[in-house]
């Protein structure tokens, strides 16, 4: 089945909302698939696209959506004149993406090297109340333990995302000096289980 990618447009998360949550709550089910507009239109009708559209519309609207889910292409199947999704969520920073773009405020998210369960939650944070994505548990395969795929991740996080990041309860020890060389602060730093934040800069 040739995929061809087509041009994305300009991001306007109004149209996106629903199919996002949508592909948030199946994208174990969905991580590698090529899913046709009208398939998914039978299985979801929460996507925000309304049937009236026109087709020049409503491919408008599909591009818009897109824009606003970097783990998704927006592509033709073979020769068909039809619209389809690639779901290619097999990396974790993407998933995260999808997360945040979403209406959910939790989710364990699930790739096959790495489990996340994460949160939108406001924290006060020196002083100001402050939008926070939450990292509260991490599980890493163990085939591709020790070799960076954590770091890789919190890299792209601090880089890539514009909210203050709050990893929460670290229990293993290791990475209680990981995140100060990175420049975090730590919270409850007498606890077992301390949590570290870093602020969007």
């Not at 994305?8 to 046709?36: C, P, Q, Y």
């Not at 209406?103 to 402050?130: A, F, Q």
């Amino acid at each position: 089945m040739a995929i061809r990618v087509m041009r994305r447009r300009r991001a306007n998360s109004s149209f996106a909302t629903g199919l996002v949550d949508f592909l948030v709550e199946n994208h174990i089910n969905l991580r590698g698939k090529v899913i046709k507009l009208e398939s998914l239109s039978r299985r979801t009708s929460a996507w925000g696209l309304e049937p009236e559209l026109s087709g020049r519309e409503r491919l408008s609207a599909l591009g818009i959506a897109v824009e606003s889910c970097p783990y998704l292409d927006l592509a033709s199947v073979g020769h068909e004149s039809v619209v389809a999704f690639y779901i290619d969520a097999k990396d974790p920073f993407s998933l995260l993406q999808m997360f945040l773009a979403s209406n959910h405020g939790s989710y364990e998210l699930v790739t096959p090297t790495m489990t996340l369960y994460v949160r939108k939650h406001s924290r006060n944070l020196e002083g100001d109340y402050v939008l926070c994505l939450d990292i509260a548990k991490v599980w890493v395969n163990p085939r591709v333990r020790r070799m960076g795929e954590f770091t890789r991740l919190i890299e792209q996080v601090e880089k890539s995302t514009e909210v203050a990041v709050y990893v929460e309860s670290i229990l293993n020890p290791v990475l209680v000096p990981f995140f100060t060389r990175r420049g975090y602060t730590s919270r409850y730093p007498d606890s077992l289980a301390p949590s570290f934040y870093r602020l969007h800069s």
